[in-house]
């Protein structure tokens, strides 16, 4: 009987998971709730500067910086190469480095 629980339990914190997910994708004002937060990989040669300032240590300046830095180079292809970004370091770079994709 336990495992069937488990699993049953499981299965509905799953479910209530993804609802929050799409309901916080919604309304960015759930984003202060202490629930998870899962969405997908932000693509840094597309997103604009509202995304890019999502991102943990990126405010709007350093959003910006890396839009002028991607017009000036072309695409960002490595987290080296992001690091070059006027404003950014390694260590910024770290904090928000499993949260982008190329």
Do not use: H, W
């Not at 240590?57 to 180079?73: F, M, S, T, V």
């Not at 006027?86 to 949260?99: D, I, M, P, Y």
């Amino acid at each position: 009987m336990k495992p069937i629980f488990v699993i049953l339990l499981s299965a509905v914190l799953m479910c209530l998971g993804t609802s929050n997910v799409l309901a916080n994708q919604a309304n960015p004002s759930n984003l202060g709730s202490p629930e998870v937060v899962m969405r997908s990989a932000i693509n840094i040669n597309v997103a604009d500067v509202m995304t890019l300032a999502t991102l943990p240590g990126i405010g709007k300046k350093k959003a910006q910086a890396i839009i002028d830095y991607r017009e000036l180079n072309g695409p960002i292809k490595s987290i080296e190469q992001l690091a070059n970004v006027k404003g950014l370091g390694e260590k910024t770079v770290a904090k928000f480095s499993a949260q982008i994709e190329f």
